[in-house]
């Protein structure tokens, strides 16, 4: 096969930033994307209706000439969210999922939640409307091993929110586990689980082994190949409550190259190449629409998109590395020759 048409795919998890990174890393999603989640942590974090509004009107105004791209907002979650903000919000169509980060789990999170009997009320909130919540799946324990974290978060934290939630719909976002394709397979309709593009190519030796390697560092960080492979099953696989999330996030070279550097893979602008290689390697190509265009809008309540995309095979053609007003931000490196564009 040289030729591929799908519908248009969506990004169903990507942080876009704000100021000058936003308008640097914009284009290079809505050239193939046509609606995105957006992860509200910004600093300060996308708290309320207003703070969505207003986010939501800066990437709109930052959108290239002619580009057809829905943003799709988030609210960050907090122990002081109030549940009939977030009730507005959704109501009005500016929200389509409140986004949960454990605090101090990643990039910005310090104002996430710490004890979850608090946020409980949004969550039954949530659940009565059909509101969805985006859940970082890690525990933070400094006592629980990195690599640990997402498993002993499904047992401890996120299994018992959803039992005392009935109905609350979840999607477990970038899943780097076989625990969590285990877990996700094994629930009702109400759950569904995200992969990013480069969980599907890298496992924790691309990171460590022969050198640190920080342009592969991101969090939930990469797991064993064990844990790859079952990914790239579950992504490939057919099942339809595995869709894409990239969890694009790009951070300047600056940023990643510290002593302690920052988590983010910036996958935007060869995700659709990549992912058309990994379903190749599967030979799934026929699967590809389903995770990238299909199964994310059926999950969401949304119709998929009208338009189409063309894929050749044919070498794709992108920066190594973009500019930005505040310094190079690199482009992920799935580390083999793309033989997949997009036209
Ligand atoms: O690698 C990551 N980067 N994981 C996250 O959860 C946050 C993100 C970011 O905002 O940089
Ligand atoms: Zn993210």
Known sequence: MSELTLRRPDD????LRDGAMLEAVL?????????????????PPVVTKLDAEAYRDRIVAALP??????????????EDTDPDDVAAAYAAGLVRAIKLYPAGATT???????????????????????LTLCVHGEVTDHDIDIFDREAVFIERVLDPIR??????????????????????????????????THHLVINRNHILAGGIRPHYYCLPVAKREIHRLALRAAATGGDARFFLGTDSAPHTDANKLLPCGCAGCFTAPNTMSILAHVFEDETALDRLEGFTSLNGPAFYGLPPNE?????????PSYPSRIDTA?????VFDPGFPLQWSVS
């Open 65 to 78: 000439d002619g580009a057809d791209f829905t943003p799709l907002m988030t609210l960050y979650l907090t």
């Open 163 to 196: 039992r005392a939630t009935p109905g609350l719909r979840v999607v477990m976002e970038h899943i780097t586990t076989k625990d969590a394709v285990e877990y996700a397979r094994a629930q009702d309709d109400t759950l569904a689980a995200t992969i990013t």
């Open 12 to 15: 169903w998890h990507l942080h």
């Open 326 to 330: 505040d310094g190079p931000v690199t």
């Open 27 to 43: 284009p290079w999603t809505t050239r193939h994307f046509a609606r995105a989640i957006i992860m509200p942590n910004l600093v």
């Open 307 to 315: 338009d189409r995309i063309t894929l050749h095979k044919t070498p």
């Open 108 to 130: 910005n999170s310090a104002s996430g939640v710490r004890n979850f009997d608090k946020v409980r009320p949004v969550l039954e909130r949530m659940a009565g409307i059909g």
